[in-house]
């Protein structure tokens, strides 16, 4: 049953196995299907456990494997009751801003580290990975971070350059009408964004940017235009970058509000549910929790992978663009 606000959720999924329920039903819609060997027979071949410890779990004929609803999801192995799982993924992704793994912990009646896990698992469900903008994409840059002179003078980057500072750097990608993508890579100049730019926007895409001297040998092949900003241009016609301008505000102001500080090593994942939750702008909150259940086969991170304790700086920091840079906490 589909619900619009929590309080609804509280007074029709009030028991643990109603919840259980609820994660079946929208996993599978149509029919539950076996997560080791995919076998989509149903009721032919999976049956369901109804007594013990294993109630509400399955066991699929063909593999001879007992399974739950958390197998092979972001649940994976996880002791966490259902019904906490359930308040969890509506606030995280239901909240224009998200919310804080402190605030969702009192929330939900976990501790601080168990949330932020629970919170980054719910993040991994959306990631972008494979995502490839084409058409009409605005691109722009954006550096997240304090200013050096307000840091602590041991912490300070000594660098007399100030656009060589210790800032995240951030490209900012939107298609018109379709996904918006944020990666963070290294350094301030255009060779370092060219492998975000090549992994995520298609070879035929229009490149609307400003008039930043990083574009000036173009993109890549692509087809560019650009609006003078520093000259009050902000559009040509069609041709502006006000809507990933405005993303990167919302993405401010996230960061600012709620976070407070986002590690370099995780940016990725709070990027991409931030792009979920603008993507989905116009859905309701249930239409938005029913879209996020059809995405999560496949989807469980162990802690070990995104944990940067005891090897901070290592590749996996950058999985996908290959980047050599270490980075000392
Ligand atoms: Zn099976």
Known sequence: MAFQSIHKLMQEYNTEDKCREWFVHHRWPNGVECPFCSNKDGQKTICRLTKGAEKGCFLCRACKKKFSVRNNSFMGKSRIPYSKWLMAIYFVINHKRGISSLQLARNIGVTQSTAWFMAQRIFNIVNSDNAVLNGIVEMDEVYIGGAEKNKRPDRRVNN?????????????????????????????????????????????????????????GGINGRQHNCVNHSKGIYGIGSITTNRIEGMFSQLKRMILGIHVFVTRGHFKRYADMFSFRMDTRELTEYERLDLLMTQVNGTRIKFDEISCHGNPGTKKWFPHYGSKRKIVL
Do not use: C, W
Not at 170 to 188: A, P, S, T, W
């Open 160 to 216: 007399s350059n100030k656009y060589l500072n210790d800032k995240m750097s951030v490209l900012g990608m939107l298609e018109r009408g379709g996904k918006v993508i944020l990666r963070q890579y290294e350094g301030k100049q255009y060779k370092y964004m060219e492998p975000v730019i090549e992994h995520h926007i298609g070879k035929d895409a229009t490149v609307y940017t400003d008039e930043s001297p990083l574009y000036k």
